[in-house]
T-cell receptor, first 115, second 114 residues
Framework: ETGVTQTPRHLVMGMTNKKSLKCEQHLGHNAMYWYKQSAKKPLELMFVYSLEERVENNSVPSRFSPECPNSSHLFLHLHTLQPEDSALYLC??????????????FGPGTRLLVL | DQQVKQNSPSLSVQEGRISILNCDYTNSMFDYFLWYKKYPAEGPTFLISISSIKDKNEDGRFTVFLNKSAKHLSLHIVPSQPGDSAVYFCAASGASGGSYIPTFGRGTSLIVHP
């Protein structure tokens, strides 16, 4: 138990569906992240929020839309996804982003399959 | 262009022996390096880290070595145990626009045989 929870754990969706991934951290952290993990690829950073402000967006397609309503919650809204978007989506949190020594705490991930 | 490279996708080691996982980086602005461990169906968990002002950091059975001139770091696990079987991610960070956001490698899958 890392203090970061993600729901759902598994999701199957069609290309025309709209769904949302939810992440919640109980660690009092100020920064939250979305990562995508595809087979045999590095962990790809998608979005970073610090104090509820987006600080980085790594040119992610607009069919992924993040939302950070407060420092404890992070959402990833999905619409009109493609089969190549099938992957493990990991949420993480850290105290902040101002130090190299910041350790990230990851949730268990949502395994997404797009049909 | 991958800035953090883990060129060995997998490593198989006998229990009790040493496991050495390697990581190379290209960005000379990186000044902090971390290793994470990931079991199936779980998210990565932090294992050990090292600052660029050091060349070695040890924590129990785990030691990370940093060679800045070669832009190379390695994680040594001695002695290896079957419970160490997992995917190990190397990550590196450096100040960019005032933020430290780590860049991860592909991971190396370690299997420790009893």
């Amino acid at each position: 138990e890392t203090g970061v929870t993600q729901t759902p754990r598994h999701l199957v969706m069609g290309m025309t569906n709209k769904k949302s991934l939810k992440c919640e951290q109980h660690l009092g952290h100020n920064a939250m992240y979305w990562y995508k993990q595809s087979a045999k690829k590095p962990l790809e950073l998608m979005f970073v929020y610090s104090l509820e402000e987006r600080v980085e967006n790594n040119s992610v397609p607009s069919r992924f839309s993040p939302e950070c309503p407060n420092s404890s919650h992070l959402f990833l809204h999905l619409h009109t996804l493609q089969p190549e978007d099938s992957a493990l989506y990991l949420c993480a949190s850290s105290q902040g982003t101002s130090r190299g020594a910041e350790t990230q705490y990851f949730g268990p991930g949502t395994r997404l399959l797009v049909l | 262009d991958q800035q953090v490279k883990q060129n060995s996708p997998s490593l198989s080691v006998q229990e009790g022996r040493i496991s050495i996982l390697n990581c190379d980086y290209t960005n000379s602005m990186f000044d902090y390096f971390l290793w994470y461990k990931k079991y199936p169906a779980e998210g990565p968990t932090f294992l050990i880290s090292i600052s660029s002002i050091k060349d070695k950091n040890e924590d129990g059975r785990f030691t990370v070595f940093l060679n800045k001139s070669a832009k190379h770091l390695s994680l040594h696990i001695v002695p290896s145990q079957p419970g160490d079987s997992a995917v190990y991610f190397c990550a590196a960070s450096g100040a960019s626009g005032g933020s430290y956001i780590p860049t991860f490698g592909r991971g190396t899958s370690l299997i420790v045989h009893p």
